[in-house]
């Protein structure tokens, strides 16, 4: 049994959305449409053994310096044995690639990130997942989910000011800056 992980391809969207949603279903994660995976389809790899789709995830950029893992599912009968590991390496290689300086995610698990290397941190402190996806969930308000964040950088600290704020100041409305400024203090 050989694993690779390669780009998703359009023929496997609706795999990725099925093994999704099989996750959300249990509200483990958050439901994906197809048209939502084939929109980012260039953001996604997905983890094939023996010709079977058996795991994905996506990075997803949110700011010039920042992406968020999204969509990280392995099939049930195939997890344990390190494939959403390879497939989080996987997506830490690539942003690298991209030149990202930080990657985040909101996980369930957060044990399973902090064993790739990644912090938790407070969930404020990734501002552009909260209000590039997050106000939107159904969850929002009572969010179970924990931040975690690995800087691709060795001279940024993991906890403080992200280097995304600089991009984020840019594009965001004064009276959302002066909100989030007046919650860090």
């Known amino acids: 049994m050989s694993l690779s992980i390669r780009p998703a391809q359009e023929s496997d969207i609706p795999a990725i959305v099925a093994l999704v949603n099989y996750f959300a279903d249990q509200n483990l ?9 084939w ?23 949110l700011t010039p310096t ?15 044995h390190g494939i959403g590991g390879q497939i989080v390496g996987h997506l830490i290689d690539l942003a690298r690639r991209r030149g990202l300086e930080q990657v985040c995610a909101l996980t369930l698990r957060p044990n399973f990130f902090q064993h790739q290397g990644f912090q938790v941190v407070d969930r404020w402190s990734i501002t552009p997942k909260i209000w590039s996806e997050c106000v ?3 969850k929002f308000h009572r969010c179970d989910e924990v931040a975690v964040l690995m800087n691709l950088t060795a001279e940024e600290p993991a906890v403080g000011a992200a280097p995304w704020w ?6 965001t409305p004064l009276p959302v800056l002066q909100w989030w400024a007046a919650r860090q203090t």
Do not use: T
């Open 136 to 138: 939107f969930c159904p």
């Open 29 to 37: 994660m958050l439901h994906r449409s197809e048209s939502q995976v």
């Open 66 to 80: 920042l992406a968020e893992i999204r969509s990280l599912a392995v099939a049930p009968e195939y997890q344990g």
């Open 166 to 171: 600089r991009s984020l100041a840019q594009r």
């Open 39 to 61: 929109v980012a389809l260039h953001d996604f790899v997905v983890a094939e053994m023996d010709g079977r789709l058996v795991g994905c995830g996506s990075l997803i950029p």
